[in-house]
C-alpha cells in the first residue's frame, strides 16, 4: 500500500513555527514542496521528538536553509 495522503501537520517539530509543508496543505504527498531537494543531516533529525519522527516536516530555517518562498497563488 503507497501513501498518498499528507497529514494535516503545518509546524515545525523543532521550533513550532510554521514549516512550509506544501504537501501537508494540500492534503497530498505528491504536491511537490522545498523539502524534497533538501538535505536533513542525523544531528538536526535527532532533535525531533519521537512521537512527531516521520509525521511533522523540519522547517527551512531549522534545516539551516533559506526559507521557501511563499506562494503566489496557495492552494485553495
Known amino acids: 500500500m503507497t501513501l498518498t495522503v499528507a497529514l494535516q501537520n503545518h509546524t515545525c517539530p523543532i521550533c ?3 514549516n512550509a509543508c506544501a504537501p ?13 531537494q533538501a538535505t536533513f543531516n542525523a544531528d538536526l ?7 512527531l519522527r ?7 530555517k531549522c534545516a539551516g536553509l533559506s526559507p521557501a518562498p511563499a ?3 496557495p492552494p485553495s
Open 16 to 18: 513550532g513555527g510554521p
Open 54 to 60: 516521520r509525521v511533522s516536516c523540519i522547517c527551512a
Open 24 to 36: 501537508a496543505v494540500s492534503g497530498d504527498l505528491s504536491t511537490p514542496c522545498w523539502c524534497r
Open 45 to 51: 533529525l535527532a532533535q525531533v521528538p519521537q512521537e
Open 71 to 73: 506562494q503566489e497563488n
